[in-house]
């Protein structure tokens, strides 16, 4: 290799070395400035939120359908809704698979609902005037376990949904591809802060909160729609399955009314030799 070629290599390999240095301090930024809870900072929900923005940078084409299908299926649900007064969203995110635009024109009130937001979400919304942040789990377990373990109390709090915004104005209720997230963190903090858990005591759980979530969906008056996935897919690099299995902790689900894969994790993501992808379906539950 002559002498350009090497200042060429060695030009790039510093750019490189400066995005990610600053993507670093970025994150590192978002991590020390995004307003939230105690219990939701060190329970890692704020540290899982910045990553998947990271995630979704790197894997935007991979995502792209799966956003685009999240989108769809709520603009027909919201298009299917006579009462057009309210609106809650549970699970929002960073607003990658909501259609605002869409939402806001559409209904009087629009109800953001999440554990915690970045900056660039209460950016995001300013425009609009009938759209609301609400920082909430939706659970209303997450903090109770904090609380215990910082107590000394090993006891795991059972989940106990309530949403205060959704009342008899609203009109559509939607919970948003947190199906199978609600019981990860808090699994994760049980076993790190916890010793000698049983694992079929996690196992529980995890089940009773995934079906505590479905449950309180069903209890809803007006219309509801779950989308969410619901299994996982592992395949080889030759595209052979090399492990499946449910993401809602054995939930029973009846037939969803559409579906689709989410490439969530492809080839060199995370493994050089293994790809993970999800099952997602969408279903009316009341």
């Known amino acids: 290799m002559d002498q350009g070629n090497r200042v060429a290599v060695n030009y790039a390999d510093m750019v490189v070395l400066v995005q990610k240095i600053a993507l670093m301090l970025y994150e590192l930024y978002t991590y020390f400035t995004t307003p939230c809870p105690q219990y939701v900072r060190h329970m890692d929900y704020l540290s899982e939120a910045i990553d998947m923005r990271s995630r979704h940078r790197r894997n935007r084409l991979a995502w792209q359908p799966h956003l685009e299908q999240t989108r769809q299926a709520i603009q027909s649900a919201s298009e299917r809704t006579r009462n057009r007064n309210k609106v809650v969203i549970l699970g929002s995110g960073p607003l990658l698979d909501v259609p605002l635009d869409e939402l806001a024109m559409r209904f009087r009130e629009v109800v953001l ?52 915004d959704i009342d008899e104005d609203t009109g559509l209720v939607v919970s948003l591809n947190i199906l199978s997230q609600l019981w990860v963190m808090p699994r994760a903090y049980a076993l790190k802060k916890l010793r000698g858990l049983e694992e079929e005591v996690v196992d529980e759980w995890c089940a009773q909160i995934t079906s505590s979530h479905s449950s309180f969906l069903q209890q809803l008056t007006c219309p509801v729609y779950l989308i969410g996935d619901h299994e996982f897919v592992k395949r080889d690099r030759e595209g052979k399955i090399v492990s499946q299995g449910s993401t809602v902790a054995g939930l029973a689900l009846p037939e969803p009314e559409a579906s689709w894969t989410w490439n969530i994790v492809p080839l060199g993501e995370k493994e050089r030799f293994l790809s993970k992808e999800l099952k997602v379906g969408v279903w009316q539950m009341g």
């Open 113 to 164: 609902l999440d554990i915690v937001f970045l900056p660039e979400v209460y950016k995001r919304v300013r425009p609009y005037a009938n759209v609301r942040l609400v920082q909430h789990d939706v659970t209303n377990m997450a903090q109770k376990l904090y609380e215990n373990i910082r107590s000394g109390n090993p006891e795991l709090p059972t989940a106990s949904p309530a949403v205060p």
